[in-house]
């Protein structure tokens, strides 16, 4: 393996794992909130 590819696959494997973590991150956000709002959970109301 040349040094450039040596290069381009270590910064592609150092720059994999932080979009995997952010990703991951939001994919469960959003299936909460779909899991929230499909069991019909409503908002509390803090102005009271």
């Known amino acids: 393996m ?3 590819e040596s290069i381009i696959w270590h910064v592609l494997g ?3 794992m932080p ?3 952010l990703f ?3 994919a469960v956000s959003i ?3 779909l899991l ?3 069991m019909g959970v409503e908002t509390v109301d803090t102005d009271a």
């Open 24 to 26: 991951g991150f939001i």
């Open 2 to 4: 040349s040094q450039l």
């Open 36 to 38: 929230l709002n499909w």
């Open 31 to 33: 299936g909460c909130l």
């Open 14 to 16: 150092y720059a994999a």
């Open 19 to 21: 979009v995997i973590f």
